[in-house]
Structure formats: structure tokens, C-alpha cells
């Protein structure tokens, strides 16, 4: 009876993707019940998976929005590879 | 002060609606809110009820999306009746 | 598929209980699986109830800890019906 | 590593607006991270806030879809200063 | 920066164990991770993973506590055996 | 309306304690609270704050649990330094 909540932020990370595309959800939904089948011998059919999309807007990181954060750790490694 | 938190699949379950409808909503948020008080003599006024309606990509049963799950089911049903 | 999650002070509301006893979560899953049977037409096997209990101290409500609130609603309404 | 998520109905409160801004949600953002660092000396960068939007009909308060209680808790405060 | 948050009941599936095991836990937390970073291309570092163990009184399934709804599933199952 | 769940590893940062102490756990209220009231002009008393404590064996970042990645960070650091 597990449940396995994945959130990540409502981006594409496939090319030409905005966003998680339906085949790497199902391949995250498969992966996740499968971990707690081999782990802990869930059965599959009595795990649920649910994935919770975030706007980056929406995520901080470093106490900036996601996309801000990246950009100042960007920054900070070329600075630091100079 | 409880806190109610249904997550449902976006999809309809009354006739015509393609998800769960303001009435239907209306009648969760009373429901889940009026079994607090009568169990645990809670007031209804120090209850939240937060409906979160999930795509049904992004839940996952039987360690599939759940639609491809409901047709698996389906058919294993089929197949037994036979 | 639903998923109802309950959270609750962990205190007493029963005679001599200092926590939700069981029949009162017994009393919590089942009204929260019919309750979304009756509106949403949900089988009751395909619906998960999680309850979560949390401590008074882990709680704020008005900017206060749970009990500490409490206080200052009770000493508010004495105050006024004076 | 704390997780702070904010959970706001999906309404405006800026002038104009008719959800939480992009700036609104960077004030969030910074002030929740700064908090956890504040008070518990948790680095802002390894804290991540997390901020999820709830439309009005999916919120329930009081037992009501949340603009309906609040038009009952504005009757009520209408009707007690006659 | 996903977050996996994974919500298990709270009793023994390794031998002698009554909760899950620090070596389970350890593998669902590598396992949570590597999923991510192999679907989605997350790198481990940023990728949070959450276990909540729930005590089974606590979790309902087919409107009972979960140890009741096993026992009944069991009894079926026993009774189309015959 | 807000909630504002706080999510931090069961360990203490403050001198001697194992744990979030109340009155970090009354600071982080109070400081989340007046965040939401003073970004989004949210009325403090319509605000829920709920503080989830998670032992640190239960808390995975990079792959492993959490005091494991700690000593993997410590030892990239000092290796890193020298």
C-alpha cells in the first residue's frame, strides 16, 4: 500500500520537451513501484505513484526562485573556473 | 484544526463533466469537514479541506499510468468471464 | 484511486484518551472512503485513508503553537462576554 | 535540507493581480528560506520551498467552498455591528 | 531538485524486522534517487528523498484499517479457493 | 487561508538538544505566519503552520541518508583542501 509522491518542476528535460513527457512518467511510475516491489516486496498492484508537477516560479532553491538560483550557481562556477 | 487533503485523478464522474464538478467539490469539502466534527467533535470552522486533482499521467497504479492500468484490469476481467 | 490524508492534533477527543483512538480512525477511513464512493462513485478497495497525527507543539495556528492559541481565543471570548 | 511548502488558494492579493505574483512568490521564497536559516542555521542553500497554488473551488473552510464562507463569515460580521 | 516522498506503512517486510530497515531505507533512498537521475537526468545531489512511515492503524484501504481490509482480502481469497 | 508544512531532519542545532526545540518550533510559527501575513496580507489567525520532524535515517540527499551524505560532503571538503 505504498504511496510515492515525485515532485519536480514543470520543465522539459527530453529534447524539444516544456515538460515531463507522458513516456518518462510512465517510465517514473514503473521505476518507483518497481523499487518498492524489489525493496520491500510491495506488490505493484497496491502501490500508488503520483507526480506532482511544480512551476519553477513556484520552487526555491538558495532562497531564490529555481531559475535565479541556477543562474547565480552558473555564474559562481565560471567565475571559480577562471 | 484538522486539515483534509483529497487527491483525486482530473477526470469527470458525473455525466458530461470531463473532471470533478463544484458540486461535487462542494460536497467533499461539506462531507470530509462534517466527519470530523461528528468523530473527533471538531468544528467545522477550523477545518481545511484541500481537493488536489492530479492528471491521470502523472498517477500511477499497478506500476502503470493509471488509464493503461483500468484496461489492463478490463481485460484480465474479460479474459476470467470467459 | 483517491487518496484522502487526515491530519489532526495528536490529543485526545474521547473520554480519557490522549490521542485519536482507534475506532475513531476506524470511524475517520471509513467515512472518508464512503464519503468519496457517494460523490465521486469510487470503489471503496481503490481508495487509500492516511492518517497523520501531530503533536500540539509541531502545530501553529495565528502565529502560535496549537495550545498556546487556544488560550489566547479562550481568554478573548472571556474577555468579551464580560 | 528542510522542505517549506506553502499552500495559497490561487487569488489574487496584489493589486491587479489575479494570482500570487512572480514577485510575491520570490518574497516567499526568501523569507521562508531565511527563517529556516535564522532559526534552526540551516544554509539557504540546501533548504527548498516548494509553493502550491489551490483554486478558490478546490479549498474548503468552515465546511463551504472558500469564497462561499467567506461571503458567510461577512454576512455574519455584517449583521452582529448592526 | 525533485522530492520523493515515499509513505509506507509502518511494520517489518525483512525477516525479525518490525519496522523498515536502515538498509531498506538506504536502498529506497538510492534507488528513489538513481530514477531520477536516469529518467529525468536529476543529479543525485539535488534530489531529496522522504520516508513517512505510518503506523497501519493509521492507513485505510477498502474503507477499513489496513491489517482489517488484509484480513478480509485473505478470507476472500480463501473462500474462492475452495 | 495558507498552509505552511516545514519539513526538517529530527536533530537538534541548538546547544544540547536532540531535537527542534518548542521554542524554535513557536519561532518557526510565529516567523511563517507573519511571512504569509506580511507577502500576501494573509490574517494570521487563518493561518496553519504544521512543523514534520523526519529522522535523519528516513531523510535521503545525493543518493544516501542524509548523515551519510554529510560525511561524503565533510570528506569532498577536507580532501578538496588540502
Known sequence: MPIVTIQVTREGTAPGASSTTPEQKAALIKGASELLRDVLGKPMESTFVVIEEVDTDN?????????????????????SSR
Open 59 to 79: 520552487w526555491g532553491w538558495g532562497g531564490l526562485p529555481a531559475l535565479d538560483y541556477r543562474k547565480k550557481l552558473a555564474a559562481f562556477a565560471a567565475a
